[in-house]
């Protein structure tokens, strides 16, 4: 009855809404803060095993607008073979879940509570990364998004492995890069529970999954989202802690094909579906 009457008071209540908003704030405060704690002994870790790359500063202007983007967004399973540049792996890295905002640091991508629970990786083929000198030695890279940089995990072309990983999909052992996107589940759950598991963590995933899908669209890139692999096999190749689980592979590369939507045949399609209602 005590429990009911309380539930009743914060829900129908002004009162009542207002100390549960507030209570739920300073439980978001406290587990931001306490993760950023970890993040920082975790990436201080993580750079043990290499030196730290800055990336070129991402740009926040670009040539193609988010219509097009929008309208020539295709999954893409197969790549010249050409390399990326190191500008152009920045500018993904960023887009995916760089830093969006300069007083609390908050992301590209949205989170619940701003938790962050991702985590964001580069596995990063032979000459698979033009830089101004030469090529970004094969790897499997760390992204830090406060420094906008890159830490060395492990040296060599892992995409083979990877590859075999992934049940074998060509685009994952075809392409110059592939990034790898694991999550930090216990950083959302701390605040949602069980819900966070099932509901916000995979909502976080798609958010950044579609920056990649925009920013390689408006670079002149292609990419897929690849979720059939076995979990184990990657946590292995990745070397990941145990409270870290991949979910995404996303290998990048220069479109064998291009596709290009024009407003025409947009507009004719839905002309073609109205004649038919």
Known sequence: MLRRSLLKFLVATPLGRMAAGLA???????A??????????????????????????????GSVSVEEALANRRSVREYREEPLTIEELSQLLWAAYGISETTHGLRTAPSAGAQYPLEL?????ERGVKTGDGYLAAGIYYYNAHSHSLTLRKPGDF???LYHAALEQTWVLKAPVSLVFTAVYHRTTRVYGERGRTRYVPMDLGHAGQNVYLQATALGLGTVAVGA????????????PPDETPLYIMPVGRPLLSYRLTEKELIQYYQRRRATR
């Open 24 to 30: 739920a704030a300073l439980a978001s405060a406290v």
């Open 32 to 61: 931001i803060y306490l993760d950023l704690l970890q993040i920082d002994v975790k990436r201080r870790d993580r750079e043990t095993g290499g030196g730290e790359l800055y990336l070129p500063y991402p740009r926040l202007r």
């Open 121 to 125: 990786y580069a596995v990063v083929g």
């Open 159 to 161: 995409r083979e492995e």
């Open 229 to 240: 692999f076995y979990d184990e096999e990657v946590s292995r190749i990745l070397d990941l």
